[in-house]
């Protein structure tokens, strides 16, 4: 619980400053300890949770327009990622191994998962790839990209990054319109993971999802209060160290 509820509070502060959104790093650490389908649901219930308290926050500095021609798109198609994401989770073992005494499996779900965190772990790191900024007559298309990438594994924020940076917004706006668009994403793909909560409900340990909401709140607090004052540069090439360790080990079986 201790480790989970650390990563939410330091995922929310870097959310402020960075490409990185608290389900990237939160997911895979709750994967550590979870079966897979219920760490993303876990993870996007910690998510929606403390996008609506930072709405609170930020909320006033919102544009509409874009959030209505970003947005729209993005939970229609954060529907249809979800559905596959449910669709997936049913894949056979690929291939399983001994290492010593113990057993590993490699999954079809933890390959495509683990290749996910890996391409937006690449996208951050990429100078080429990170610089780039759309036209905003493609906000429609950002919205599908980061929708369906967001309902299927909640991997939606570089995307949506590359997009409304090209939108006319000031660093406020930017913040404020991304977490009006997260909490419509979110509370799409919730609906449909919620479908599943019938069978995985009793996994979840409600205790610990209100403790990490309650350190993400903390977390979004002290972003919000420092966020003209810290730099994280060299706190973004150690969490893509962490990423990429937990993708590689997601990938091979490890986890």
Known sequence: MIAICLVAFIASI???FSGFGLGTLLMPVVALFFPLDVAIA???IVHL???IFKLLLVASHAKFSVIIRFGLPAICFAFFGAILLQQLITLPIIYQYQLFTYEFAISGIKLIIG????LFVGIELSPKMSNIKFSSKFLPL?????????GLSGHQGAFRSMFLLKAGLSKQQFIATGV???VMVDLVRLSVYGLNFSISKEN???TLVSYACLSAFLGAFLGKKFIQKIT???IQKLVSIFLISIAVAMIIGLI
């Not at 290749?115 to 890996?118: E, H, K, M, N, Q």
């Not at 950002?142 to 967001?150: H, P």
């Open 49 to 51: 949770a403390n996008n």
């Open 232 to 234: 994280i540069e060299s």
């Open 115 to 118: 290749g996910l965190i890996l």
């Open 204 to 206: 979840i340990d409600w």
């Open 180 to 182: 009006i668009i997260a």
């Open 14 to 16: 870097l959310t402020f």
């Open 42 to 44: 876990i993870t996007a």
């Open 142 to 150: 950002g919205g599908v990209l980061s929708g369906f990438l967001g």
